[in-house]
T-cell receptor, first 115, second 116 residues
Framework: AQTVTQSQPEMSVQEAETVTLSCTYDTSESDYYLFWYKQPPSRQMILVIRQEAYKQQNATENRFSVNFQKAAKSFSLKISDSQLGDAAMYFC????????????FGTGTRLTIIP | DAGVIQSPRHEVTEMGQEVTLRCKPISGHDYLFWYRQTMMRGLELLIY????????DSGMPEDRFSAKMPNASFSTLKIQPSEPRDSAVYFCASSTGVPSGANVLTFGAGSRLTVL
């Protein structure tokens, strides 16, 4: 069974600094997608970034980037120039590419931005 | 598009009462998912539909839970009778479910259920 592990229940960072959130996963599949979702206090789950396993290039979306290490089954999220609006729960998620539309989530990391 | 719309936003009820949560997916999305979020268990997939047909309900905790999707624009999750341990935030999400598996889910704002 696929599992997603986020070992950091809480993280904090000074405003304008850079922070990295960790995620590891376990799968026997070779083709899959990985995601980071953000859940601010409003509760709305918002897609931050996604990575296709067959692509070696790390995905980037503005201040958000990932470090995808397929062999190590690691998928960390780097937030540069942290802003107060980045404060939220961040969830790492996984899905196989074919035959299964389920998304498996990690337990989340609560990110606090220190002004 | 208005996004995935869920109602009610908050529901407080007493144990034993019937609870119905509603969801309107994004037009054109042919997959619909119901998730439950609790502090103890995180985000759990309860059930999902493809083209209004339930595909996998293995996450539904017990017979007290039921979900329907009578048409492409509406789904309900019903709990009858409700129990305090059902207290959670229930999310509905939809996606295009393209064959490539780029399963980019769009979530609703969630329904927070409190069972007293």
């Amino acid at each position: 069974a696929q599992t997603v592990t986020q070992s950091q229940p809480e993280m904090s960072v000074q405003e304008a600094e850079t922070v990295t959130l960790s995620c590891t996963y376990d799968t026997s599949e070779s083709d899959y997608y990985l995601f980071w979702y953000k859940q601010p206090p409003s509760r709305q789950m918002i897609l931050v970034i996604r990575q296709e396993a067959y692509k070696q290039q790390n995905a980037t979306e503005n201040r958000f980037s990932v470090n995808f290490q397929k062999a190590a089954k690691s998928f960390s999220l780097k937030i540069s120039d942290s802003q107060l609006g980045d404060a939220a729960m961040y969830f790492c998620a996984y899905t196989v590419t074919f035959g299964n539309e389920k998304l498996t989530f990690g337990t989340g990391t609560r990110l606090t931005i220190i002004p | 598009d208005a996004g995935v719309i869920q109602s009610p936003r908050h529901e407080v009820t007493e144990m034993g009462q019937e609870v119905t949560l509603r969801c309107k997916p994004i037009s054109g999305h042919d997959y619909l998912f119901w998730y439950r979020q609790t502090m103890m268990r995180g985000l759990e997939l309860l059930i999902y539909f493809n083209n209004n047909v339930p595909i996998d309900d293995s996450g539904m905790p017990e017979d007290r839970f039921s979900a329907k999707m009578p048409n492409a624009s509406f789904s309900t999750l019903k709990i009858q009778p409700s129990e305090p341990r059902d207290s959670a935030v229930y999310f509905c999400a939809s996606s295009t479910g393209v064959p490539s598996g780029a399963n980019v889910l769009t979530f609703g704002a969630g329904s927070r259920l409190t069972v007293l």
